[in-house]
């Protein structure tokens, strides 16, 4: 009796058609999925990351523009306190956040390359960006540029 796809019970072919969605269709289902969700954790990393450069930016408007009234009341304050607070930062930098000096560039490159895991989510993590970003509206407030 031959097999043929006409000749099947209603039954027969849906049990058929399982047997074909799961060799066949379920897989690449799977991988359609997973692939959407890369594509939302990314979409949604971008707005997150856009909305925290927009924070970033207006609070540091906002600290130059403060530093600038200041300075504009006591003309002779940044020569003492500019000076001293990046004195601060920087060692405050090396004793806390060591992880948080430079530019950011050349630590990314690196924790690309390393195969030390840990240490790269060390160097590239939230937690850094945050102390980053904390010591540099510091010095934005003291007249950092």
Known sequence: MPCDKMSLSPDRMRRHLRI??????????AAQ???LRRRIATVTGAILL???ALLF????DSAHELFLSVAGSWPWLPV??????FAGVVYATR??????????IPQVIAAGRTSDRLLADRMVSL?????????T???LLAGGS
Do not use: D
């Open 20 to 29: 074909l969605w799961r060799r066949r269709a379920q897989p690449e289902a």
């Open 33 to 35: 999925l997973r692939m």
């Open 50 to 52: 856009g909305i925290v």
């Open 57 to 60: 930016a207006e609070i540091a």
């Open 80 to 85: 003492l306190l500019t000076p001293a607070v």
């Open 95 to 104: 004793r806390w956040a060591a992880e948080a000096s430079g530019s950011g």
């Open 127 to 135: 937690y850094t960006a945050g102390k980053k970003l904390v010591l």
């Open 137 to 139: 509206v510091v010095m």
